[in-house]
């Protein structure tokens, strides 16, 4: 518990003795006051109350065992946080030296406080510690926000309706119904309809083993979710998702029809992850109730929804957009339309520079092991790839390439990987890893590299490019992205979305907090000296990136 901060529900707390009671929220002042005048009529006694584990656990950890129990939790340790995050293994340490200490003896207690004192203030003054109070004031700060500046609130949220019953409609289904959300699902079939309603079981189902919910909140919750292949119930739905095919005219055309179905203030959103909402707007009668609400795969774990505001989108539909994520338990930004939003928009840039270290000679495993162990990402870009899609990856890039025709590259053999209807990632259990029927990882495909014509990779750049050119070519698009087309209001946005949606290392406080540490100047020659070395003129500076650097600005003043 200490080594992870893990939070534990109450029956678990009290059954490994952490609380003495459970207690329903509605008999709670009344049982808190019979403890109370238990303990007055006790005399006001101060009870003291000492964990002690296990008879074998404490042989273990007071024998002549406990250094090798203390090196295994140390490996266990190195191995989740790949020695990025010093406060575990601080805590470990004082656990090592404090265990076994009579609390009940002042002078032995004392001496133990010193030892955790001395630990906590080397940790805290760390510029660790301080990115991750950034990243904790980044969270509190949605729960103050509405999502607008007006002051215009949103309607309360108790129906929602989803369009698609694929893995996205599935997920955006159980994440809304565990929160007490009544959820209509529509698809054109019932085979599909099925699907949606068993991934929210296998779901539930997987809490009730783990009895962090009771066969009654089971289907409680469960039957929260209805499917049709009509619109039925629509008439009394708030909003409704639309996650069908990535089509624009499709797109349109459904939620025409949806609109006809619903009532005339009812929302529609979009969880299109690189198609226009303004554009798609078009397709709804009243293009002020429509907005977008990109989810990111797996819905149930990802946090992040980019709310997207289309050209006329009225504020309160993106207040009632923004309130309802909030309520399914997700973290909100706002963004402004525009070609991949803003997650994506900074991730494709990072993704297609993997692949240019690809054609460059560069292996899978070198590129993707330096993005994990140095830099901390949860994964590299190659295996993020795989877990998007290899044919999403090309389909979004194309759109980026088509919106800005004049900074944006292509890998030629991204195109030709793509036409492999076999190797499209961790859905066809093949990309440029190998995966189990689980969709588990398994060890890279060597043959992906005879595949796409190239000669067996030599590793000819360092760890240092490698990195600096993916998470570089992020800063230079960022710059743009927030200097010039205004995507998002301000950095702590940015941060947010990209430690959210992208697992981009929380220890670094987040992508502009992190350029900030190195400094716009010496990212802008970096750049120059890539873009000129490799002949690269997708890592050219751009000129808001420049101005930066110029002027001395740090993206957070």
Known sequence: MILAGKLLNAKKAAKIGLVDYVVHPNLLENFAQEQMLKIINDGGK???????????????????????????AKQGVLKLTKGHYPAPLAALEIIRK???????????????????????????????????????????MVKKQTGVSSGVKGKPVKHLGVLGAGTMGGGIA???????????????????????????????GKLVKKKVIDNYQFSQKMSLVSTGLDFAGFKNIDVTVEAIVEDMGIKQKVIGQTAA???????????????????MSKGHPHPEYFAGMHFFSPVHKMPLVEVIRGEKSSDETIATVFELAKKMGKMPVVVKDGAGFLVNRLLLPYMGEAFFLLTEGMSVEKVDKAYVYQFGMPMGPFELMDSVGLDVCVKVLNIFKKAFP????????????????????QKTNLGFYKYDSSGKKLEVDQSIYSELGLPAPTNPYSDQECLERGVFAMVNECALALDADKIVETPHEVDLAMIMGTGFPPFRGGLLKYADSVGADYIRKQLEKYSTERKANRLRPSVKLKERAEKQLKFYN
């Open 174 to 204: 159980y994440v809304a119904a565990d929160k007490g959300i009544d959820v209509r699902v529509k698809d054109i079939s019932l085979d599909a309809n099925a699907k949606a309603l068993k991934h929210a079981r296998d779901l539930w």
């Open 46 to 72: 101060k009870r003291r109350k000492v964990y002690q584990p296990k008879g074998a656990v404490n042989k273990l950890l007071e024998g002549p065992l406990k250094g090798i129990v203390f090196s295994k």
């Open 98 to 140: 404090t265990y076994g200490v009579d609390p009940t003896n002042k002078s032995d207690r004392e001496a133990a406080l010193e030892i955790e004192k001395e630990h906590f203030a080397e940790c805290a003054v760390t510029d660790i510690s301080k990115n991750l109070i950034h990243v904790f004031y980044l969270t509190e």
């Open 261 to 279: 179905q619903m009532r005339p203030d009812a929302i529609i959103v979009t969880n299109t992850s690189s198609l226009s909402v303004t554009e």
């Open 406 to 425: 004049d900074r944006v590259e292509v890998p030629e053999l991204m195109q030709k990987l793509e036409k492999n209807k076999a190797r499209l990632g």
